[in-house]
């Protein structure tokens, strides 16, 4: 079955631009967790989308948001983009109980 | 808030050598998760233990998970150069999010 596939790859942004990013999980998987990687601060919760409804968020301020479609797809948003939002972006669905996340191959945001 | 601990974070060895790679939190957790990290992509599930003291082995790959379920650990018995990348330990409990550890970055010199 096909793996999740996040949209675009790579992209670079000016700061105080916004960004949408695009994620299509594995068939069948409801929830979506979105994390940004760092080489300083490792994997860094999101928020996690299950059924459309945010059911969980992390710590990080107000311009970061998301949502999910009735078809599973997600995307998140981040506005008004300062240089420290460089990282890479990793969305992961999974489909339940104790399985493990399948991870797409990231988004690498680089604001210059 | 959950933290898990990994250590060493970076490791480079000689083709061939033993390794073991350590993950620790002061918390509980009712599964813990291995994954691998190549560059340029997203992290690869290699195990989920959910049991305290179980052991699952996958070809060279040892893992444990302690009694109390607040330890892992991973062993790689006789590394090769495919084994080279960013090994990350995350712990699970319910519906909450993941917690990942920083990694150790693996280098296994031919």
């Known amino acids: 079955k096909a793996g999740v596939t996040q949209t675009p790859r790579y992209l670079i942004k000016t700061r105080g631009q916004q960004v949408t990013l695009s994620c299509s999980p594995i068939?069948?998987?409801?929830?979506v967790s979105w994390y940004q990687q760092t080489p300083g601060q490792g994997l860094q919760f999101l928020f996690e989308?299950?059924?459309?409804?945010?059911?969980n968020k992390g710590n990080f301020p107000g311009r970061f948001s998301g949502r999910q479609f009735s078809n599973s797809r997600s995307e998140m948003n981040v506005s008004t983009l300062e240089l420290g939002d460089s990282a890479l972006y990793l969305c992961?669905?999974?489909?339940?109980?104790?399985?493990?996340?399948?991870f797409g191959s990231g988004t690498r945001l680089t604001v210059v | 808030t959950q933290l898990l601990e990994q250590s060493p974070q970076f490791l480079s060895i000689q083709e061939g050598e033993n390794l073991t790679v350590y993950c620790n939190s002061s918390?509980?957790?009712?599964?813990l998760q291995w994954y691998r990290q190549e560059p340029g992509e997203g992290p690869v599930l290699l195990v989920t233990?959910?049991?305290?003291?179980e052991v699952k082995k996958l070809k060279r790959l040892t893992f444990q998970f302690g009694d109390a379920r607040k330890d892992s650990s991973l062993h790689i018995t006789a590394a090769q150069p495919g084994d080279t990348g960013l090994y990350l330990c995350?712990?699970?409990?319910?519906?909450?999010?993941?917690?990942f550890g920083k990694g150790t970055r693996l280098s296994v010199i031919a």
């Open positions: 068939s069948g998987h409801r929830s």
């Open positions: 992961a669905s999974r489909g339940g109980g104790f399985y493990g996340y399948t």
């Open positions: 989308y299950f059924s459309e409804t945010q059911r």
């Open positions: 918390s509980v957790f009712s599964s």
């Open positions: 233990v959910v049991t305290g003291g």
């Open positions: 995350a712990g699970g409990s319910g519906n909450t999010p993941l917690v």
